[in-house]
């Protein structure tokens, strides 16, 4: 008798969440991670580049692929977040088409699904913000998307609540191919350190200025480094606008508005970094750069990474 033990298989994958903007990817994408590696923001087109967030179980790692959300461009940035959306289609093991439950079907939904017809990837519907619906409006709902496309499978979820999200990863996990553990186990993201720190910035900056200042804001991290004498993390970083208005609101009376940002942002960067953080911030404005190809590099957003 053969007294081997039993291999279990270790299932690995990349798994891509695409929707309209604010249906709740980045906070799916936090809520699986357990720690914040995406910005959360109410306003729409918060992700501007591919974050990848890693999920490492004891039998599968799951790699996922947050875009931005599907919109119609106005600027070249806008180009540029609309091809880093649509390529995460392509090579990936699974594709989680996020709604949202309170906006129905539409043509935004609509525009996506066409998408889909060009691939064979397996796509999971996602209906997320369940929370906010009364449930007997759920199963119309569902019926309503099963007409529009064959789904693989569809999975209500409240990524804000948790509620069914563990469901959701049993079902991921059974679609993902064997493979071998692409990440160390204690690694939550692809992405460099100065990143998640530019990006926990631009969060701030978007939650406190609300309307005032959208999508015209981007952060540069000008200097990073751990001084030894005092193991305190210096950070200095930029705020880019593109109008001196958007300046004076960005700064705020008497500076109280950057003072503030930098405030919360340095919490959120010290929980990152598990280290006490010195934070100077700086405001610029460079006019229209969202429409500069070379500025727009300059702020790491490059086509060819994607």
Known sequence: MNNREERTEYKSG???????PNVGKSTFLNRVIGQKIAIMSDKPQTTRNKIQGVLTLHDSQLIFIDTPGIHKPKHKLGDFMMKV?????????LILFMVNAEEGFGRGEEFIIEKFQQIKTPVFLVIN??????????LPLIESYKEKYSFSE???????????????LEQIKKYLPEGPQYYPADQVTDHPERFIVSELIREKALHLTREEVPHSLAVVIDKMERREES??????????VERDSQKGIIIGKQGKMLKE????ARVDIENLLGSKVF??????????????ISQLRDYGFREDEY
């Not at 999975?155 to 469901?167: D, F, R, T, Y």
């Not at 940002?261 to 919360?264: A, D, E, K, S, Y």
């Open 261 to 264: 940002i930098g405030q919360r």
């Open 279 to 292: 934070l100077e911030l700086w405001v610029k404005v460079q006019k229209d750069w969202r429409n500069k």
């Open 129 to 138: 913000k369940i929370d906010k619906i009364h449930p007997d409006e759920l």
């Open 154 to 168: 569809i999975i209500p979820i409240s990524a804000l609540q948790g509620n069914n999200v563990e469901a959701l």
């Open 14 to 20: 990349f798994i891509s969440i695409i929707g309209r």
């Open 85 to 93: 959306a649509i390529n995460a289609l392509k090579e990936v093991d």
């Open 231 to 240: 193991d305190v993390i210096h950070v200095m970083a930029t705020v880019i």
